[in-house]
């Protein structure tokens, strides 16, 4: 017997980041937009924990229990008072190290997993509960759609939106650390204000309305982003000039997201983006996808 469970990757549109807290994280105002690029793990009885991974970049993801699909297969063993004993598979198509949250996706994978494999029960707020003590951006991984994360990000509002976005994501040849991203926003950004959810770009989520959203999309973490990996710029500059309406470096990057009209420009915009020298990859993906899901 195992268990498969794809789970979505991550764009956040607005992603407002406060200074930094005593226990060195930061307060967020995170929208976050689930959208159909998808990581499957699938958990299998084995005779210890152990995992494996396939699929683009694969090379790049530890297979130890630094691992956050491990790290969610021991805690939930643990909760439960059982042997983590289980065979985690990771098939890859999040980027890896992109800021789309395919290491969160992979741990809240696999801890629905590991619940259905195990027949533990737990309930959907044990599991949130589990997803927020492995990181920020775990619990939305479990709960896809749109939603505001507030505190570091692991409280959620789900958030309504009335009807669907296309994006196109660029992926970067080299990746960027979260961390790293972090510490040189707070450099470049000090005293930075509280942060707040604009009021606009969540009207734009609820009407569904691409060209509004166009308008309202923000990442703080950006300009930290383009400091540490200035090529950016370049892609960023080349998706807006093939006709996105809107481009941004996707959470702590290094993938760049644009905003198309409609799957059709999106497609041309993926297009232009190939052609451009400027990024290793070009997906188009729409939004908003269900999170964490047996299949």
């Known amino acids: 017997m195992s268990v498969t469970v ?31 690029l998808y990581d499957e793990v699938t958990a299998t009885p084995a005779d210890e924990l ?35 004993d289980v065979h985690l598979h990771i098939a890859k198509d999040i980027p890896v190290a992109g800021g789309m949250a395919g290491g969160s996706a992979d741990g809240a994978g696999a801890l629905l997993a590991c619940d259905a494999l195990w027949g533990t029960g737990a309930s959907r707020q044990e599991l949130l509960d589990i997803c927020a003590e492995l990181g ?19 409280k959620l509002q789900e958030l309504p939106v009335g009807g669907a976005f296309h994006w196109v994501f660029a992926v970067a040849d080299g990746g960027l650390s979260t961390p790293a991203v972090y510490r040189e926003f707070d450099r470049l950004t000090p005293g930075a204000p509280a942060p707040e959810a604009s009021p606009a770009l969540l009207d734009a989520l609820r009407a ?31 998706g807006t000039e093939a006709g996105a309406l809107a481009a941004l470096v996707s959470g702590s990057g290094p993938t760049t997201a644009f905003l198309a009209e409609d799957a059709e420009a999106a497609e041309r915009v993926a297009t232009a983006l190939r052609a451009s020298g400027t990024c290793r990859a070009a997906r188009p993906a729409s939004s908003p996808a269900p999170g964490a899901t047996v299949v």
């Open 136 to 154: 920020s951006d775990v619990p939305f991984s479990l709960v896809g759609g749109a939603a505001l994360g507030t505190g570091r990000g692991e």
């Open 6 to 36: 794809r789970v979505p990757a991550k764009v956040n549109v607005q992603l407002a980041v406060g200074p930094a807290r005593p226990d060195g994280f930061h307060d967020l105002a995170n929208v976050f937009l689930a959208v159909g």
């Open 50 to 84: 152990r995992i494996t991974c396939a699929g683009p970049d694969a090379a790049q993801v530890p297979l130890d229990r630094t691992n956050l699909a491990a790290r969610a297969a021991l805690a939930l063993a643990e909760r439960y008072g059982r042997p983590a």
């Open 208 to 238: 569904g309305d691409p060209a509004a959203l166009a308008g309202t999309v923000s990442n703080d973490l950006q300009p930290a982003a383009l400091s540490l990996f200035p090529a950016l710029a370049d892609t960023l500059k080349a």
